[in-house]
């Protein structure tokens, strides 16, 4: 189905397949109510303004009631809280300890990790997902493993060698995770390694990217048809929680920083103005070497680190540039130009650091595929005379928790062929691993991956095919989805049985 034949419908809404929740009617849905030409993307009127330029904060880091050596131990809740985003006006909000983003949870390769997790949620089921992390099947907090509203339950596991890395963590229980992620429930897991070679002297900023959609009386609105459609977008950029802080830093300065986009649906393209960027590390940790970047894309649930040279007095900005990530019905958002993050440069010189080493680690190639498969994205629509009903599906299937739907041997390597036959971008990621990107094709033309890197969440733009080699080494249950929430709410995931 083509964007063309959406339009041409007069698409207005968007209701979800049978398969995947319960048919919503045009006229019950925000957003929707039968007006005609009302804008469902616009931010409400008399919207509430944020503050800019405060202090970037720090995440602070979540306790570790441990005394042992080599043992995090800890607790995490999810709550109602309150937030201040503009002045005067209280937000009700989700919360980890009562914040968003939550705590920064910090470890050390090898570690073991114990954390209570106590969902006071009212009403609705909860789950912590340790995205990209390196945990057993029963531990991962899939949707097949819901904790209860009043309930708590305990996730332990190890952090195996080798697995320092920028990850985070986030809800995922059946139907709800997209309205919890966007209400607040998102934090940072830092896992560093035992030696480090990215110079102390550059620091180690962690910058989480949210975004917010609030009313002139401080609620965060529901969710409308386009937002269903494309996944929620919000009218505000934060970074930890603030719009546009700032950092003063002086002049010389190599600032060593870790990118989260852990919103629903924004495509962030950044730039530095006026500052050189350099990569060092994906999702599941640092590259082979670093590679210099004019700009960088991060769809949602990918993390970049990167390395940002500081090399003359004055304001240097992180921005947005212009993304077509494409669009369905009304109220694309305009992400170009937004300023996320602004650096002032003082005229004091910094004092000398080390340079950045030519070698960061070496990542061991993934051998040659005992198994191929192929994943195939799609929407489908049909229209009734009082309703429409969408379905984001993947080989023409919607969601089923009841459904394996592939199985795969632990330790077995395997090539999968991500195809987007949909009208817009689908980040792609898998629970349990980190996977390496092999190639795109797109329009006839093959590109290589530009550089050796572990990865869990890809980007799979429309029309285009992304191959990837992964090994899953811990057998159970894992889900393979889109990453905008509201898409793999509404059918785009599967599960894959890792057997023994």
């Not at 890809?458 to 990837?468: H, M, P």
Request: hydrophobic share 40%; aromatic share 6%; glycine share 10%.
């Amino acid at each position: 189905m083509h964007r063309r034949g959406f339009l041409a419908a007069g698409l207005a809404t968007v209701l979800v397949n049978r398969r995947a929740a319960a048919q919503m009617k045009m006229d019950n849905m925000p957003g929707m109510g039968g007006h005609a030409g009302h804008d469902m993307g616009a931010a409400p009127q008399g919207a509430a303004t944020l503050p800019e330029g405060e202090a970037l904060r720090e995440l602070p880091l979540l306790a570790n009631e441990a005394n042992t050596p080599g043992l995090l131990k800890a607790k995490l809740t999810a709550e109602p809280a309150t937030a201040r985003f503009a002045e005067g006006i209280d937000t009700p909000i989700l919360g980890y300890n009562g914040m968003s983003p939550g705590p920064l949870i910090e470890a050390t390769e090898g570690d073991r990790v114990e954390i209570t997790f106590a969902n006071r949620i009212p009403h609705e089921a909860s789950t912590i997902h340790w995205h990209g992390m390196p945990v057993p099947a029963d531990q991962d907090g899939n949707p097949m493993d819901p904790v209860a509203a009043g309930s708590e339950r305990s996730y332990s596991f190890e952090l195996p060698e080798g697995s320092a890395g920028s990850y985070w963590y986030h809800p995922h229980p059946h139907g709800k995770t997209a309205e919890q992620v966007y209400r607040g429930l998102a934090g940072a897991f830092l896992v560093k390694p035992k030696a480090d070679p990215i110079p102390a002297e550059y620091g180690d900023t962690v910058l989480v990217f949210t975004d917010l959609r609030l009313a002139a009386d401080g609620t965060m609105p529901d969710s409308t048809m386009v937002d269903l459609m494309n996944g929620r977008v919000g009218d505000h950029v934060l970074v930890n929680g603030q719009k546009n802080p700032a950092l003063t830093v002086p002049f010389g300065t190599r600032r060593r920083f870790r990118l989260y986009n852990a919103t629903n649906a924004r495509f962030l393209r950044l730039s530095f103005d006026g500052a050189p960027m350099t990569i060092i590390g994906t999702d599941g940790g640092l590259l082979e070497a670093p590679v210099a970047a004019d700009d960088i894309l991060l769809s949602p649930a990918e993390r970049l680190e990167l390395v940002v040279s500081f090399d003359k007095p004055g304001p240097a900005t992180l921005y947005t540039l212009d993304y077509d990530r494409g669009w369905m019905g009304a109220g694309r958002p305009a992400d170009t130009g937004l300023t996320l993050l602004t650096v002032n440069v003082s005229e004091t010189p910094a004092e000398l650091v080390p340079p950045l080493p030519e070698k960061l680690r070496s990542i061991a190639q993934l051998d040659s595929p005992s198994v191929n498969r192929r994943f195939v994205f799609t929407e489908t629509m049909t229209m009734g005379a009082t309703d429409m009903e969408m379905g984001f599906l993947i080989n023409g299937a919607a969601f089923d928790m009841n459904r394996v739907d592939i199985v795969a041997k632990a330790g077995e390597i395997e090539l999968w062929e991500i195809v987007n036959k949909a009208d817009m971008d689908h980040p792609f990621h898998v629970h349990g691993t980190q996977f390496q990107v092999v190639e795109r094709e797109r329009d006839g033309q093959v590109s290589k991956a530009p550089y050796l890197a572990w990865k869990d969440t890809v980007n799979v733009a429309r029309g285009e095919t992304v191959r990837l080699l992964l090994r899953q080494e811990r057998p159970g249950p894992r889900m393979y989805h889109c990453h905008i929430l509201e898409h793999e709410q509404l059918g785009m995931m599967g599960i894959v049985d890792v057997q023994a």
